[in-house]
């Protein structure tokens, strides 16, 4: 089974996280509670860049915590998906919602 890879980086008013590997149930513990924390305290890019899988877990933790940083006025960007993340964004249809970029310099 892939692991995932967590690295955290601060940017000016955002906290990135690069994901490597998979995004999938078994893997999302530690990534759901740095996720969770952060998008309460402000703005998170996720560079989905090197993101091999990620399943309907994943997603829904994605959402939620969109969700989560909507309530509270701080915004959850998703930077250049890999092939993979996008199919999985595409086929819940969150495509439409969530913020996808292509560069941190687009995070406001």
């Known amino acids: 089974m892939e692991q995932l890879t967590i690295t955290e980086k601060s940017g000016?008013?955002?906290?990135?996280?690069e994901l490597k590997?998979?995004?999938?149930?078994?893997?999302?513990?530690?990534?759901?509670?740095k996720l969770y924390d952060e998008i309460e305290r402000g703005n998170v890019v996720l560079d989905?860049?090197?993101?091999s899988e990620i399943d309907y877990s994943g997603m829904g933790t994605i959402?939620?915590?969109f969700n989560d940083g909507e309530d509270k006025g701080h915004t959850l960007y998703l930077l250049s998906p890999s092939p993979e993340s996008r199919d999985a964004i595409e086929a819940t249809g969150f495509s439409k919602v969530l913020h996808i970029i292509s560069s941190v310099t687009e995070v406001m």
């Open 12 to 17: 000016a008013n955002y906290v990135l996280y």
């Open 21 to 33: 590997g998979a995004v999938i149930a078994y893997t999302i513990g530690e990534f759901q509670q």
């Open 48 to 51: 989905l860049s090197q993101v």
């Open 63 to 65: 959402m939620a915590a």
